[in-house]
């Protein structure tokens, strides 16, 4: 079994570190666990996009509609541009990772 590369150990431990300080502020009765437990899911996620995608191209794209979901959802709560922001981050990944796969197929015939 081949370890896991860097950024997934790191990401995976901030989350861990961020979801621990969530349960910590939880029990003392503070509001700011829901921050904390979301940043730790989302540093959660990255871990996951970063083990599960090899290519550096598609890791990109992944982390930028993982970015782009994050403001979007942050921007339907409290401001409408970051609502904007992710959206655009969101397209953007969705071309970059369709050029991707069109680059790819055209390179395999």
Sequence with gaps: MQSAPLATRVFATFGAVLLTVA???G???SFAYLAAAAVGLCF???ALISHAIHS?????SAFLALIGLI?????TV?????????VGLMA????VGVLFA???RESQN
């Design 56 to 60: 550096p191209v598609a890791r990109g």
């Design 102 to 104: 069109v680059r790819t």
């Design 78 to 86: 409290t401001t409408i541009p970051l609502l904007y922001i992710g």
């Design 44 to 46: 959660v996620a990255a």
């Design 23 to 25: 349960v910590i502020l």
């Design 27 to 29: 029990v003392l009765g």
């Design 71 to 75: 403001l979007a959802l942050f921007g």
């Design 92 to 95: 953007v990944a969705a071309a």
